[in-house]
């Protein structure tokens, strides 16, 4: 089980940008593909964008062009970055394994974190 704690968020005016931490426990980046998710209120979560050991990376189509995963791995720590945002980037972000780096499939047996809210207003 991957132990996790995501960080920054808040309320940002449409337009702003997002900017995530997720700092983890022991060296998951260098062993495991980990990934950012997302959930709306009242939606199903959806995996935002992922990235391998190799630094290989993948996106949703709603976020190509305008978002960045990147991984420092001496800090054990992956960050989001994510601009242009809009009301319908509101949600609870989460990261996690991302087992699904192809088809961007949200893992159904796994431990979720408390995650990072982010919400966008005018």
């Known amino acids: 089980q991957v132990q996790v704690v995501e960080s920054g968020g808040g309320l940002v005016q449409p337009g702003g940008s997002l900017n995530l931490s997720c700092e983890a426990s022991g060296n998951i980046f260098k062993d495991k593909t980990m990934g950012w998710y997302r959930q709306a209120p009242g939606k199903q979560r959806e995996m935002v964008a992922a990235?391998?050991?190799?630094?290989?990376?993948n996106y949703a189509h709603f976020v190509v062009g305008r978002c960045t995963i990147s991984v420092n791995g001496p800090k054990n720590t992956m960050y989001l970055l994510m601009n242009n945002l809009s009301p319908r980037d509101t949600a609870t972000y989460y990261c996690n394994e991302a087992p699904f780096l192809a088809t961007m499939d949200v893992p159904t047996d796994t431990y979720w974190g408390r995650g990072a809210q982010q919400a966008v207003s005018s």
């Open positions: 990235v391998t050991t190799f630094g290989r990376s």
